[in-house]
């Protein structure tokens, strides 16, 4: 069984900075790719930022302010937040796309979730 473990939410001033980390333990193979996703009230779902191999992709309105980066030796992956905004709150999601063990099929593994409040 696969599990997702996420920290580093909080709540931080306008132009603060936040790390997030998501830790995967269980059984696991191969993962294949990684993504942030968050969710403020009342709207959809959004894709942050992803990283598929060492290949990193942003959403717009994170661009030059996020980064995502991924420790494959301890099946984490990081996203360090820069000069946020309060258009930032949110409910931060990790999501992995893995194999448990070799020849099985790759699923979608999610974390809990963290909270991020950007607010003065």
């Known amino acids: 069984q696969v599990q997702l473990v996420e920290s580093g939410g909080g709540l931080v001033q306008p132009g603060g900075s936040l790390r997030l980390s998501c830790a995967a333990s269980?059984?696991?193979?191969?993962?294949?790719?990684w993504r942030w996703f968050r969710q403020a009230p009342g709207q959809e779902r959004e894709l942050v930022a992803s990283?598929?191999?060492?290949?990193?992709s942003y959403v717009d309105s994170v661009k030059g302010r996020f980064t995502i980066a991924r420790d494959n030796a301890k099946n984490t992956v990081y996203l360090q937040m820069n000069d946020l905004k309060p258009e930032d709150t949110a409910v931060y999601y990790c999501?992995?796309?893995?194999?448990?063990?070799?020849?099985?099929?790759?699923?979608?593994?999610w974390g809990q979730g963290t909270q991020v409040t950007i607010s003065s």
């Open positions: 269980g059984s696991i193979f191969n993962i294949n790719s």
């Open positions: 999501h992995a796309y893995l194999q448990s063990k070799s020849g099985d099929s790759f699923r979608n593994y």
């Open positions: 990283i598929v191999s060492s290949v990193t």
